[in-house]
């Protein structure tokens, strides 16, 4: 059976007034454009493997972390992914 990869990453929830802060050379995501955000605007999240990133304890708005399962349970709610409608 193999393995998920996002298994071994660490997710992180943060307000996107914090994106300045982020270290992009320290998480997957490689610019505040690749950052999936949440369906009003207001939130972000990042994943990391191994070696928490330094700049993550310069965050105050941080929810987590978590791991892939909890973070895809998230991800599926409607804070982040809008409802698919049938017509």
């Known amino acids: 059976m193999a393995t998920n990869p996002d ?3 660490t997710y992180l929830i943060l307000n996107v007034s914090e994106i300045p ?3 992009f050379t320290e998480v ?3 610019s505040p454009e ?3 955000k949440s369906i009003d605007g207001t939130k972000t999240s990042i994943k990391w493997q191994d070696k928490k990133p330094k700049f993550i304890n310069d965050l105050k708005t941080k929810e987590g972390p978590y791991i892939y399962d909890e973070i895809f349970s998230i991800m599926q709610t409607s ?3 809008t ?3 049938t017509n």
């Open 7 to 9: 298994n071994k990453k």
């Open 21 to 23: 802060l982020i270290d």
């Open 28 to 30: 997957f995501e490689t």
């Open 34 to 36: 690749t950052l999936r």
């Open 79 to 81: 804070e982040w992914t």
């Open 83 to 85: 409802p698919f409608v």
